[in-house]
């Protein structure tokens, strides 16, 4: 249809400026009809104005095609045999929808998607196509015959001195607060040790001698299962070699480092990890006091064992919570035992923190308290109390477990008056006493308990009933 337009027109051209898009008024059609004459032969003729107005109209259709051919191309615009604008009867897609589609937008082509549906971003090929393997060209240029059968590995380096310390020092003290020893052996399996394997019982040692004695007994149970896991025999026979030979070091932070140092030995012989030959290799060759003072210690311990049955393997004791309570409360009554003999509150202090259970200081002040009621004395009373203060001055014994013990001898008296039948009177002495020495507070003293009884109407109470808190 346009090429029709364009022939009509160059047949029957038409001044620019009377075509307009607006169709023009009567005296403006009279005008217009007056000024467009065609000449032939001399003679001048004018066009029908029917002929203008088809001529008008098809160029005004053909412009506006012309506009929107790239915007409305895939809308089925045409023409008509009139010259108007026929729409398709497909309705128009959304926006949402003409950015999704893949149709061409020139106009041109069967109007399917591009590359058959595999084109586009994020599209990976057609709709159900399998990729197979790839196949090596050897004869691309790039092509590596030596690298056909090649295994990709990470490869982790080997620690040197200064990173070995920084990655094995938290690995062994977070261990000391959980007591796993799968957990240390799986993380030290993880590392590239290399020639620092050797150092990890030394390091874990080191650690050990400046921590408490359930820490030490932790190690000895850790060197135990590393052994033939992470470590070999060998490791572990070096690390105790270097650890005599930098005793004159570990004694300037720890005083006892030759006797713990000893013990480890002891263990680790008694764990089968060190052989039983270890000793005898030092005899006659040791120049240092502090190692020889280690194998002595070491060499007694194994003696002591063979000859009187002493179990090495219980030689650092066990953890505060890992001790069964019928243990800590006869420990706790010779520690008590000990102090009313000697009257030392220091070495008292230094004996209940060596016991590493302040969850259980309250079985502590109950056992205190008992010992007041069932003395006979004014000496026990006054020395108790003292320790008390002491202990709830420094805080070893917090104020809750104070309180605890308290009101369990509280809750208790009843029974406890059976066997002494003064003991509310004595108590009610004591709580007094605390409370003026700042061991108790004014409510925890207000709840100390007495008994009254009835006194039988004897001379001289006027027939009356009396009660007598005693």
Not at 243 to 266: H, N, S, W, Y
Request: aromatic content about 6%.
């Amino acid at each position: 249809m346009a090429t029709d337009c364009e022939a009509w027109l160059n047949a029957n051209p038409v001044e620019a400026g009377n075509l307009s898009d607006s169709f023009p008024s009567g005296d403006e059609d009279s005008t217009f009809t007056a000024n467009v004459n065609n000449e032939i032969n001399g003679n001048w003729i004018s066009a029908p104005t029917s002929t203008i107005h088809e001529a008008r109209l098809k160029a005004k259709v053909k412009r506006r095609l012309r506009k929107n051919s790239s915007r409305d191309s895939g809308r089925g615009d045409s023409l008509s045999d009139n010259g108007e604008a026929v729409r398709s009867v497909v309705p128009p897609t959304s926006p949402k929808g003409k950015l999704l589609n893949r149709r061409s937008r020139t106009g041109k082509g069967r109007g399917l998607p591009k590359k058959g549906g595999a084109g586009g971003k994020g599209v990976w090929g057609t709709p159900g196509e399998v990729y197979g393997e790839d196949e090596v060209d050897y004869k691309d240029p790039n092509y590596d015959a030596e690298q056909e059968n090649c295994v990709y590995e990470t490869v982790v380096l080997p620690l040197d001195e200064e990173a070995f310390e920084k990655t094995v020092t938290p690995i062994v003290q977070e261990y000391f607060e959980h007591g796993d020893a799968n957990e240390v052996a799986e993380l030290l399996a993880e590392l590239n040790l290399g020639s620092m394997r050797g150092d990890v019982p030394m390091l874990a040692v080191s650690l050990a001698l400046e921590a408490k004695a359930s820490h030490r007994e932790l190690t000895s149970r850790l060197l135990s299962e590393l052994c033939g896991r992470v470590l070999t025999a060998g490791d572990v026979q070096a690390s105790f070699h270097k650890l005599l030979k930098e005793l004159p070091d570990l004694v300037l932070d720890t005083p006892g480092a030759p006797q713990m140092l000893g013990q480890f030995i002891a263990r680790a012989v008694a764990d089968s990890i060190l052989p039983k030959t270890f000793l005898d290799g030092y005899k006659g060759r040791v120049d240092c006091e502090y190692a020889r003072a280690a194998l002595d210690r070491a060499a007694v311990l194994l003696r002591m064992s063979r000859w009187t049955g002493l179990r090495i393997d219980s030689l650092w004791g066990s953890g505060g919570g890992q001790r069964p309570v019928t243990q800590l409360i006869k420990e706790v009554n010779l520690l008590l035992k000990e102090y009313l003999l000697s009257g030392d509150t220091v070495e008292a202090e230094r004996c209940l923190r060596e016991l590493e259970v302040p969850h259980f200081h309250h079985e502590f002040v109950y056992e205190a308290v008992i010992m007041v009621l069932e003395s006979t004395g004014e000496r026990t009373l006054q020395m108790l109390l003292q320790l008390l203060k002491c202990l709830c001055s420094s805080t070893i014994i917090t104020v809750d477990q104070m309180r605890r013990g308290f009101e369990r001898v509280y809750l208790d008296m009843p029974d406890i008056s059976i066997d002494v039948p003064c003991a509310y009177s004595i108590l009610e002495q004591f709580v007094e006493q605390s409370f003026n020495a700042g061991v108790i507070d004014r409510k925890l003293r207000d709840l100390c308990p007495s008994r009254g009884r009835k006194r039988l109407i004897s001379e001289g109470d006027g027939g009356h009933l009396k009660l007598q808190n005693y």
